[in-house]
């Protein structure tokens, strides 16, 4: 059927009875041949707002260098997360230009600056969540976002929080990272009219449970405008912050 | 002491200063002998600091009605909570004075009045938390603790919380009522000195898993001088401010 | 300290050596003072991108008929979510031009039309989250906000979506609804550079765990710029759309 | 009775009044002497479809080498799966023949070939997800399965899996390999009519809860003719998909 | 760039460089245009072995009527599942030809009678387990399949199950469905070389949580060959069946 | 009763029959004055079946060795569980009658010879149940019971366990020790009149969940006459079987 | 081989090599046919301690009289637990001996009467756990066990429970059921040298989540000598009970 | 809106309208200006019972030491919680007067001692709980509470716990830590009037769930006046029970 239509229409190209340009348009409008479906079949970096990130825990060292030398062969930029330190000479040696960025976890390498677009401020309750919020921060840094960082403003201590208002309602999206029971997600929820990007961490113990007790506190929060990524997930807060962000600032 | 108290008793019955009879009848009085020990045999109202409260939910109009009768023969105070209110008639027919709260669903009577004891606050964050707070509340009153109620002070608003925060502070102990994601005992606790009773309650839907996502949050929290009890519980909640304010009130 | 403070710049501003201008701007700067925290005096509908939005599923068709009234009295937009149809009658009498929408199960009044900004798509897997997905789709809508709906594709049948794509990526802001194993996020995610907010929803039965299964899949979804809320959350969707769109919208 | 029974037909064989012919039949129609009994009886390569297989995981490299030697001794091919490299060199001291696979972690050795029978397709969705899927294909080539691997079509980028579809539907058994959210096994059985053996992989972290988020997605998969192995049991795919293919290829 | 292609493709075509039949053949050999594609189109019956199944539980009567109704006009064969008795006789006012399987609560009507292909045996392991155990059945028997029934042989009483084993592997297909402990599943799969389809049921209590309990139990089989479905979904195990004995039966 | 016994002692001290010191006495030796009383204040080897079980997971060499050394002083028999290979050489040192049994991990040393009493099986599934059906094994033949093991008998073999009914009925009480899908129990159940002590354990992966799925298995047992102790609790079993067997073999 | 086994034999009869006797002496000793295995054909009565126990939970009255009426035709003894009281009426039609316990919901008819051997003891916790203790009882005396009952013994009010000790230890067996915490079964495990049965029941609210933290409890007792069955699992305890009973009762 | 009052007010001190300390008592009914407010801005040792404590649990010796030296410089008092022996000497070397109690892992400083209020009983279990019960043992002792302990009474012999019941309530905040089942709080609640605070601990294995047992076991408590914090959180009981000493002992 599908492959009749086709030659039919081929036929009537060959024939002069159909204008090429026309023919171009007939196609857009076939089924998985219009422009929707052409982004299908280009690289990973017209359809995606990220490049390809190498999440890194559980790779060996050498696993690490042959992958970013790859990759970079390919790319203007690459990232990866869950880096440790002594990863970061051994790629060094490979690709100087490489760069890391130690809280985070982030070792990223580019060959064209970032082109500077959109504000976020990524909020922390605790010191023991930090890794987790500069792996959002950094990441979206190299992407080109503004960045402002809103750091230890547990909910034990709300008025930290309170100072802050203001500089959280003049950036365009809020990450909020928060472990233990992750209460800060529905406070920040309540004072910002801002969408709130929640990633709940695996700090805490006991019935904590490695993240689940700050996971269902943000899934439940009664504030509106939250949404939740997945627990120690800061790369994936900055991939919703960056596809909330390019939608608008072009 | 014990072994002490014991030979006095006995050498008055060798010497015949002591009947036979009222030996029986002391040793009645002591049972299991020493003093950590009698209060075990006494009645619960001694033992305990809350006379028998009847779980209502579940048993029959006619159920309750008996069990509030026998009870009320042989205690000057009976409670029954998480009861409807049409068990409120059939049980005043029986007994006249018997009183209900009804967003508590609490039913009680009583043949002498409380004595006056100690100071709480009552805090839930949503309308929907009320009965859970009630019950709490009335279950105090009825006690003789005097109580302040804060209620739909969410962390979604917290500036309606933060208006209360001295009203709270005047209280002796804090009892936080909230479902959902339950973070308003962190926020709390964070706000206050005093003990924080946190009782989570079953309001919410989804993944708040029947109040599992907010009794996971108090058990976490960040602030300290927080103490759970079970979903739902407000009178466990009641039951533990007692505990407190009997044991430094007199 | 505090109030001494302050007693010493009103002092200084009676005795005229402080101009009154700069005493604000002190005040600013003061911890609790600023722009920031003004806003959490004013209303929820200033400070939120959504009216107060009434929870019905509960309730009786009198305490919501008590409600709205109250509520629209106030202000100038009210909507009620989780709505049986028996309501809408019975609101009607004392709101004639309340409005009910029934697959969404939503109840709404409002005095002035909504001001048109943004553009959403919603995108459902089954006939059975279509009320979920309606209820986001109909709050984005009185919000003001343009929807697409993109009804019944689920995985299964990958081809219904595929040939959406295009419609998709017209948009601002994506909603993925679906139940049972919700795969339709991930893949939703991997056809779209734009925000995805996912919506678990509680349809399917034995390992479904009342959407715990799909909450699951959504937040491990191996696709970018994913944002959950919790189960059957379509309001929830809505509200944070909105807070993207009114960002950005203006 | 039952012996009673048995006596009785002895002493007619005794008697001359039964044949024994006949009484063999007799004896194959009591209970548990049936031919589907006798199997029972016979070693496990006649009764299963896979020789013994050992699940090599924390077991020592001196075990391993111990039991492979008395395993070949008695049989003519024998399989350990979950086998790290360094246990290769150490039973190869015993047993020259051996061979071992390194993805797939799979330590075999062999006397006669394997029959050829039957073709499956093995698919991945991240490269993380390899090891599984190579246990599954390794395991199914020793048995003499024809194998077709389409990897790394991850959900994210489904146009790389419509690529493979003709190639997937040439085979005769589908086993998909994917672990984070598992939505794979919905898009895949929604594209083929061929039974589809789901593999949940731990693969992934946060709320992956180690493959429970990918086990309860095939679970619950809303496309049919899906079956599900255990987490990360790669082989376990194998002998569904060598039982299916035996069944059918003589 | 694929437009780009296009164009250059059509311009060939229309200057006579390129025939129309090779035209064809490149554009198969483009990604999307292949076989394995033209099926995405067409319609289900032709993608999938189960025509459209009705999910009736959580219908209403008439709902259930209109949806076979229409379904009905379109296809030769209509199928529903978990049907209460009292549908049947609204139902068949409309379509007199329908029949109803109680036991198995399906609902159905065909215009031509099945093909008759492949065997297979349905085994439970208790009489509440039925009704699931006949949904399997009864879809298996409506697509042509031969069933054999096996039912009450729990693994409490084991000859009963030991009795059958011949019977069993004369099928093609064992789908096994058992609740409580599901315990039957792994003894049926070291008793039979086939492949083994295994249910779940929600049958029992207490700790057997909604057969959560013969859920685990199923996917942690012992026994080889074991392939498990979601709780209670007998036509689930029915068009994994169907797409086993599909594939080989022609 | 018990005041019976009070007014007769209180009576011979009245009479001068019975001196105060030895009425004193008296009532020492009653503490809580009746027998089942009395046990409180002795030894645990005289309220208990076992003497005391020293658990030796978790703690050092050294600490073993000291707890053992105090406890020998004090008892004829000391056990420790849980127990590596290197302690055993550690503890010979100071105690060289030490006894040390390898695959159960179970260390013990004793003055006087076990009395010989009763007679259990010990059944196990796989060969990686070995060594907590050995704990349990051992266990019980330190207290002198008769054990018959009958080893790797898994489900997936059934022939295997039902050669060994007989022996297995001619015990007082049998063991059940399996991991993975623990089917074991509910069969062993069904085969025997005995009492069946069920043990799962945490052998298996993925969704065994460490011995979740085999304890929920034993406790949906739909055999009757099964008891469960705690996930690779072999000690629990045998405590369970000595109580069973103490009470009636004297 | 079996079936050649098998010939050979009989051969050896026809031949008169072979006594009749000693042949089935040589049966016996074959697998499958030895007197372990001579019980799997018989009846259930003779294998099993329990005559058939109908569950009636989710059972029409229709059913259920049809069920007793058919069992009562074929044994001397027919049991239906969790019968409601108007089942009662409706069976005595038919059964005019029939007779019912109603706290304990069981319903049952007899022909002859038990023959009395054995003592437990039922200890329940709290007034709502009294169906599941007299579930238990109510068997056990039908089976002809003598039963000890100490009800509403709670760990809160302990003294209740040191009162009877003695009671305890005169039975030979003692169950215990308890719902919310279950810590019931860990104390009278430390009273008593006696195997102990706990029961968890789905008594309590919230977080006992309908009887895991009771079942938790009671497998994690730190008492020896408790074995563990299915929550609410009244008849279960008294199968397990009645097991250890015979076995010891002749 | 609100800079507007502030505005007004301060003209009305400029012109001399308004007295200086009129103005203040406005500020102070002005919302967040109030005294419970003011506290807000001060030190967390003036709004929290406790002063800062580290959780050293996953810190590196350097950074342990480094937060010490910084802590210590602006506060009189520093404690370190789950701090491992060896790092006690690197402390020791910056301050010598660093104090570390073993079996605790507290770790603490301090210039000033303690001023001496409140009493409190901390309550364990079995010897493996120790360190959580010592953790809130020596927390309170370094506040100045006079803490008694009562170890080692778990309820398998609860004689032990019995003859300390006059102890505990000579104190007036008890804390019962207990793994395993945790039966012990709702044991020590029925015991005594005083407030409980119940810890569950880690301790225990297989069902125990990493203390998820004892927790819920604790939630559940029969007996009322119980509160319960995370598992193994002996600060956290500390905390509360200091929050509850310092309301009352002033």
């Known amino acids: 059927m599908n492959k009749h239509r086709l030659k039919m229409i081929l036929e009537q190209v060959q024939d002069g009875h159909l204008d090429v340009n026309d023919a171009c348009r007939m196609f857009e409008t076939l089924p998985f041949e219009d422009l929707g479906f052409a982004k299908l079949d280009t690289h990973r970096a017209v359809r995606d707002n990220f490049p390809e990130v190498v999440f890194c825990e559980g790779k060996t060292v050498e696993q690490i260098v042959t992958i970013f030398q790859r990759l970079y062969l390919e790319n203007d930029l690459v990232i990866g997360t869950r880096v440790e330190s002594k990863v970061y000479a051994a790629v060094r040696e490979q690709i100087p230009e490489i760069q890391y960025q130690e809280p ?24 023991a969540d ?24 547990g909910v034990a201590g709300i008025h930290r929080l309170l100072n802050e208002v203001q500089t ?23 004072l910002t009219k801002r969408p709130v990007i929640a990633v ?23 504030a509106g405008g939250v ?7 800061g790369y994936g807060a900055a991939a919703l912050a960056v596809a909330i962000l390019r939608t608008f600032n072009g």
Request: glycine fraction near 12%; charge should be negative.
């Open 200 to 222: 709940p961490t695996s700090v805490g113990y006991g019935a904590s449970f490695n993240g689940l007790a700050a996971l269902l506190t943000m899934l439940n929060s009664c």
């Open 130 to 153: 930090l890794p987790v919020a500069e792996e959002a921060a950094v990441c979206l840094e190299i992407m080109g976002v503004k960045v402002g960082r809103v750091y230890d403003v």
């Open 104 to 127: 985070a976890g982030v070792l990223y390498a580019r060959r064209t600056p970032a082109v500077p677009f959109g504000a976020a401020t990524v909020i922390s309750a605790g010191t």
């Open 168 to 190: 959280i309602n003049q950036s365009q999206v809020v990450i909020v990272v928060a472990g233990m029971e992750g209460a800060l997600a529905s406070v920040v929820g309540g």
């Open 227 to 233: 949404g939740v990524v997945n627990i120690d997930n």
